[in-house]
């Protein structure tokens, strides 16, 4: 995690809730760890929305969202 705080960070147009967010996303499976430090690796002028568009495209990406749920005709 510290490599990815610190490649995070370092990235030229980082921001606070940017290195929060994709921390966070990236903590709760090394999987997803390993693919975003990877992805840095490999990109390593990318820019946070760069890296926020390749976290959002990720298979895993909404099973921490939160959804409503609603019922019709109930």
């Not at 994709?22 to 002028?45: D, G, H, M, W």
């Not at 990318?46 to 005709?73: C, L, M, N, T, W």
């Amino acid at each position: 995690m510290d490599e990815l705080v610190h490649r995070l960070n370092s990235i030229d147009d980082s921001y606070y809730d940017f290195v929060c967010a994709i921390s966070a996303y990236a903590r709760k499976k090394t999987s997803r760890l390993e693919a975003v430090l990877s992805f840095l690796k490999q990109n390593p002028t990318a820019s946070s929305s760069e890296v926020v568009r390749f976290v959002s495209e990720q298979d895993d990406f909404y099973e921490d969202a939160a959804y409503e749920d609603i019922k019709y005709g109930a």
